[in-house]
């Protein structure tokens, strides 16, 4: 059974799996965060699929997220900052830790630090298209997307530093509060607070401007 702390955000892995994030921690008090595998559901079954849980703790203390991102069999998350704070990409691998963790769950496991990037505005959802060759990170005031050969199809094997090139930044200020990013294609769909979707074409990401988000 999946308990609801402060569910942020959803990724799908390579193997059909959805993640769940339980990862948001405004106060920054939480001693670890919980993932939680469980294969894609038929949204016209009514058959309950069981949830397998496993805990991580942020190396340097707790830290808030929003973002879930999957690749290569890792798990990344992506911490939620106010400028000029840089931005963290700590890096999880899902592994059964079972001693002295009750059924189906896991012992809190450190992720490793990786990239700091510094954004223009708080990471509040983000996800990877399906060949790994984009990413995008979105905020309430706009859009960054990493485009090209070696975005994010090495992140298993170079870590997030992969992510060090300069990404396409959209603004889309007055659209809510923006809340989670999806590709679908490589077009990025976003919602909001409002339950608002917007489409974004590949065109109007690729024409604008790229930004040196380097720390």
Known sequence: IASNLDWEDLALDQQGNLWVGDIGDNLRWRSSITLYRVPEPDPRSRTTARATAFAFMHPDGPRDAESL?????????????????????????????????????????????GTGLKFAFPITGGDVSRDGKRLALTGCDGLYVFVGEGAVQDLRTNGVRSLRQQPHLLWHKGNGQVEAAGFDGYDVVLTNEQRQLFRVSARAYENAPQVNVSP
Do not use: W
């Open 69 to 113: 991102l999957a690749r290569e069999g890792r798990l990344f998350v992506v911490s939620k900052v106010e400028p000029p704070e840089v931005t963290t990409v700590y890096a999880a691998e899902p592994e059964p830790h079972t001693s002295l963790a009750p059924p189906g769950q896991s012992l809190p496991a450190p992720m490793s630090r």
